[in-house]
């Protein structure tokens, strides 16, 4: 049996925020794919859609399931994505999804939207003060990961604008796999983590201490462990 882990990035970044999860699994000899979205990463000059990225995800699943179980991992708006295509039941084993608990719709999003405007006001598009943060905030082993691959700072004004689409609700009372819900205790998308794990009826809620919304890579060594819970559930189960 081959496990494979398919994993989606969020807004702005792109596959190389994944470079920490990527080595863990690679130790433990676990096959994975870290694809790009359109608009972000190789695929920069590309325009963002949802069809796009629905067909992105798609594609990587399913060829990646004609080898064994597949373990699907999205953060941000990359899990936003994958919880609206797992509402659909396609062939995954299992489901983590960190850093994507609110709904993308009314006065947030339009907030969100707001301050991303705002920081394209600023000089070089407030990419310094971004720096800043991060320099601040994440460890060395990961500090260059999400910036490695560009930031998609066109692709994410279409970006947000699309994600008012999904339809998440609907979506989450339809996953049929063991679903995590990973959040930094400090992570502004936190709002609905409750509702979301009442919905998916078979969720688990972690909420790691002292971590704001970059949890992959502000703390990788307990978001890895939670891939790992993931993996021992699905190969039990195979």
């Known amino acids: 049996m081959t496990v494979t882990v398919v994993m989606v990035h969020g807004i702005r970044t792109s596959a190389t925020m994944w470079r920490a999860q990527e080595a863990y699994l690679s130790v433990r000899g676990v096959r994975t794919v870290a694809l790009d979205l359109p608009g972000h990463g190789t695929r920069m000059p590309e325009r963002f859609t949802l069809a796009a990225a629905?067909?992105?995800?798609?594609?990587?699943?399913?060829?990646?399931?004609?080898?064994?179980?597949?373990?699907?991992?999205?953060?941000?708006?990359?899990?936003?994505?994958?919880?609206?295509?797992?509402?659909?039941e396609p062939p995954i084993a299992a489901l983590v999804a960190a850093s994507c608990t609110a709904v993308p719709r009314g006065a947030g999003l339009a907030a969100y939207r707001a301050l991303v405007r705002g920081a394209d006001r600023l000089p070089a598009r407030?990419?310094?003060?971004?720096?800043?943060?991060?320099?601040?905030?994440?460890?060395?082993?990961?500090?260059?990961?999400?910036?490695?691959?560009?930031?998609?700072?066109?692709?994410?004004?279409?970006?947000?604008?699309?994600?008012?689409?999904?339809?998440?609700?609907?979506?989450?009372?339809?996953?049929?796999v063991p679903t995590w819900f990973v959040n930094g205790q400090y992570d502004q998308l936190r709002l609905n983590e409750r509702l979301f794990t009442r919905l998916v009826p078979h969720a688990e809620l972690v909420v790691v201490p002292r971590t704001s919304h970059l949890v992959t890579a502000m703390r990788p060594e307990v978001f890895n462990a939670v891939l790992g819970w993931a993996l021992a559930v699905i190969e039990a189960g195979t």
């Open 54 to 88: 629905f067909r992105s995800i798609d594609d990587a699943v399913r060829e990646a399931a004609q080898d064994g179980p597949v373990l699907l991992v999205g953060h941000s708006m990359g899990g936003l994505l994958c919880l609206e295509y797992a509402g659909a």
């Open 126 to 176: 407030g990419l310094p003060l971004a720096d800043y943060v991060l320099d601040r905030t994440l460890p060395p082993l990961t500090r260059d990961d999400f910036g490695a691959g560009g930031y998609a700072l066109d692709a994410q004004h279409v970006a947000l604008r699309a994600l008012a689409g999904l339809d998440l609700m609907t979506a989450l009372t339809r996953i049929r």
